[in-house]
Protein backbone atom coordinates (compact mmCIF):
# COMPACT_ATOMS: atom_id res chain seq x y z
CA UNK A 1 0.00 0.00 0.00
CA UNK A 2 2.98 2.47 1.03
CA UNK A 3 4.08 2.15 -2.97
CA UNK A 4 0.48 3.21 -3.81
CA UNK A 5 0.89 6.49 -2.47
CA UNK A 6 4.37 7.23 -3.81
CA UNK A 7 3.14 6.55 -7.20
CA UNK A 8 0.21 8.73 -6.37
CA UNK A 9 2.32 11.43 -5.20
CA UNK A 10 5.29 11.11 -7.84
CA UNK A 11 1.99 11.75 -10.40
CA UNK A 12 0.63 14.90 -7.88
CA UNK A 13 4.29 16.19 -7.77
CA UNK A 14 5.05 15.57 -12.17
CA UNK A 15 1.94 17.39 -12.88
CA UNK A 16 1.85 19.83 -10.33
CA UNK A 17 5.54 21.09 -11.43
CA UNK A 18 3.94 20.35 -15.31
CA UNK A 19 1.18 22.84 -14.92
CA UNK A 20 -1.19 20.38 -15.68
CA UNK A 21 -2.97 19.58 -12.97
CA UNK A 22 -6.66 20.88 -14.77
CA UNK A 23 -5.79 18.10 -17.14
CA UNK A 24 -5.22 15.53 -14.78
CA UNK A 25 -8.43 16.47 -12.70
CA UNK A 26 -10.62 16.66 -16.06
CA UNK A 27 -8.95 12.98 -16.58
CA UNK A 28 -9.88 11.29 -13.52
CA UNK A 29 -13.56 13.16 -13.04
CA UNK A 30 -14.00 11.46 -16.67
CA UNK A 31 -13.01 8.50 -15.29
CA UNK A 32 -15.68 8.10 -12.54
CA UNK A 33 -18.77 9.78 -14.52
CA UNK A 34 -21.62 8.25 -16.24
CA UNK A 35 -21.03 8.52 -20.28
CA UNK A 36 -23.93 7.50 -22.16
CA UNK A 37 -25.46 5.43 -20.55
CA UNK A 38 -22.65 3.25 -20.10
CA UNK A 39 -21.20 2.70 -16.39
CA UNK A 40 -17.97 4.62 -14.95
CA UNK A 41 -14.95 3.20 -14.24
CA UNK A 42 -16.61 3.03 -10.96
CA UNK A 43 -18.62 0.33 -10.83
CA UNK A 44 -15.47 -1.93 -12.17
CA UNK A 45 -13.81 -0.82 -8.90
CA UNK A 46 -17.15 -2.03 -7.14
CA UNK A 47 -17.72 -4.78 -8.97
CA UNK A 48 -13.96 -6.19 -8.34
CA UNK A 49 -13.83 -5.35 -4.51
CA UNK A 50 -17.51 -7.40 -4.27
CA UNK A 51 -16.02 -9.97 -5.95
CA UNK A 52 -12.94 -9.97 -3.65
CA UNK A 53 -15.03 -10.01 -0.70
CA UNK A 54 -16.27 -13.23 -1.58
CA UNK A 55 -13.11 -15.05 -2.14
CA UNK A 56 -12.77 -14.57 1.98
CA UNK A 57 -15.13 -16.71 2.94
CA UNK A 58 -14.01 -20.12 2.40
CA UNK A 59 -16.09 -22.20 0.50
CA UNK A 60 -16.73 -19.30 -2.26
CA UNK A 61 -12.83 -18.93 -2.91
CA UNK A 62 -12.77 -21.12 -6.19
CA UNK A 63 -16.10 -18.74 -7.08
CA UNK A 64 -14.23 -15.84 -6.58
CA UNK A 65 -11.44 -16.34 -8.44
CA UNK A 66 -13.30 -17.99 -11.84
CA UNK A 67 -15.64 -14.37 -11.49
CA UNK A 68 -12.29 -12.08 -11.30
CA UNK A 69 -10.60 -14.24 -14.11
CA UNK A 70 -13.93 -13.66 -15.96
CA UNK A 71 -14.15 -9.87 -15.34
CA UNK A 72 -10.24 -9.97 -16.64
CA UNK A 73 -11.15 -11.30 -19.78
CA UNK A 74 -14.09 -8.85 -20.15
CA UNK A 75 -11.89 -5.80 -19.23
CA UNK A 76 -9.33 -6.94 -22.25
CA UNK A 77 -12.17 -8.32 -24.64
CA UNK A 78 -14.24 -5.50 -24.39
CA UNK A 79 -14.99 -3.50 -27.40
CA UNK A 80 -14.71 0.57 -26.09
CA UNK A 81 -16.09 3.39 -27.65
CA UNK A 82 -14.48 3.53 -30.99
CA UNK A 83 -14.98 7.33 -31.23
CA UNK A 84 -12.60 7.24 -28.69
CA UNK A 85 -9.93 4.54 -30.14
CA UNK A 86 -11.57 0.83 -28.94
CA UNK A 87 -10.78 -1.38 -26.29
CA UNK A 88 -7.63 -2.25 -25.03
CA UNK A 89 -5.86 -4.54 -27.86
CA UNK A 90 -6.73 -0.64 -29.97
CA UNK A 91 -5.51 1.39 -27.02
CA UNK A 92 -2.73 -1.43 -26.93
CA UNK A 93 -1.53 -1.17 -30.27
CA UNK A 94 -2.05 2.58 -30.41
CA UNK A 95 0.10 2.98 -27.34
CA UNK A 96 3.16 1.22 -28.26
CA UNK A 97 3.27 1.56 -32.30
CA UNK A 98 2.64 -1.88 -33.66
CA UNK A 99 0.38 -1.20 -36.29
Do not use: H, R
Request: hydrophobic residues 55%; without cysteine; positive net charge.
Amino acid sequence: MPIFFIFVAIILIATGLNGTTDELSTLVQGDFKTTNGKPSFFAWIIAIFVIGALGYVKDLKPLSTAFLVLLLVVIILVNGNPTNGGGFFAKFTQATGLK
